[in-house]
C-alpha cells in the first residue's frame, strides 16, 4: 500500500519519526531512509542556522543517525570528541578531530548529525558542519508566514513565529539563479503556498504548479543574492501580479 501524506502524520515529534521509511539490514549493516531531502548545514552562522542550532539537544545515537552517514561511518558515531577523550579514536595527530555528534530537533523531531574537522596543531582549522533531513511538512497546526533563502539554505518560518527548515522531498532539490529544476522546484512549492493562504506546507509540489512570476523570481540573478524574504503576502501579490 502507498503512503499518503496523511496517513503518515509527518511533522509530529511526540509520535516520533512518523515522518520517515526506514530500511535496515542488520546483518548487512545497511541502514537507509527515504522521502526526506537530506540538508548540510555549515557551522557558518547566517542567523537562521544559528538560530536553529540553538535549539538543537544532544542525544544518544538512533537508526535514523545512521542514515544521514556513510555506512563505515556509522561507528564514529558513537566515539567522544577528543577534547572529551584525548584517546578517542577519532583524535587525529594528538588535537586533531573528526568526530561526530548526535542531536535531534525538539520541534519537528528531526535527526541531527555534527561532524567535527579540526586540523592537529594550535593553529588548525576548526569548524563542525550538521547533516539533516528537511521535514515533508510544517507541523499540522502551523501555517506559513515567510520564506527566507540565506547563503544556499531555505527556510520557513510559521505564523507563531517557528523556524523550519523548508519542507522538501527527497529527488526535488532547491536552488536560485538560473534556469532549472531548483528554481523550478522552488517556485513550485511557494505557489502551492501562496494559493492555500500558507495552509498546505506538504512538499511535493509539481513543477507545472509554478506560477509565471514566482518562478521568474526564483530563477533571476537577484534572487540569488545574499539573504532574501518574502511573506505570505509577498507571494500572493506576486500571483496577482
Known amino acids: 500500500m502507498s503512503a499518503q501524506h496523511h496517513d503518515l502524520n509527518l511533522t509530529d515529534p511526540t509520535k516520533g519519526y512518523l515522518q520517515f521509511v526506514l530500511y535496515t539490514e542488520p546483518r548487512l549493516g545497511i541502514v537507509s531512509g527515504s522521502l526526506n531531502a537530506e540538508v548540510s548545514i555549515d557551522e557558518e552562522r547566517t542567523p537562521c542556522a544559528r538560530e536553529w542550532l540553538g535549539r538543537l539537544q544532544r542525544c544518544e545515537p538512533t537508526a535514523l543517525h545512521c542514515t544521514l552517514v556513510q555506512q563505515q561511518s556509522i561507528p564514529s558515531l558513537f566515539y567522544p570528541c ?144 545574499g539573504t532574501n524574504e518574502l511573506t505570505l503576502q509577498d507571494l500572493k501579490a506576486m500571483q496577482l501580479s
Not at 509539481?206 to 514566482?214: D, L, R, S, T
Request: proline content about 6%; hydrophobic content about 35%; some cysteine.
Open 82 to 225: 577528543v577534547d572529551e577523550d584525548p584517546k578517542s579514536p577519532s583524535a587525529i595527530s594528538g588535537s586533531g578531530c573528526v568526530c561526530r555528534r548526535t542531536f535531534y530537533d525538539p520541534e519537528f523531531g528531526l535527526p541531527v548529525v555534527g561532524s567535527h574537522h579540526r586540523h592537529a596543531g594550535e593553529s588548525g582549522a576548526n569548524w563542525w558542519t550538521y547533516e539533516t533531513y528537511a521535514p515533508l511538512a510544517l507541523r499540522p497546526e502551523d501555517t506559513f508566514s515567510r520564506f527566507t533563502a540565506e547563503k544556499g539554505l531555505f527556510w520557513a518560518r510559521t505564523d507563531k513565529g517557528m523556524l523550519s527548515v523548508l519542507p522538501q522531498q527527497h529527488g526535488l532539490g532547491y536552488n536560485m539563479g538560473y534556469s532549472g529544476g531548483g528554481p523550478h522546484a522552488l517556485a513550485a512549492y511557494l505557489s502551492q503556498i501562496a494559493a492555500t493562504d500558507g495552509k498546505n506546507t506538504a512538499a511535493g509540489a509539481k513543477y507545472e504548479q509554478a506560477h509565471p512570476a514566482i518562478l521568474a523570481w526564483t530563477q533571476s540573478s537577484f534572487g540569488d543574492r
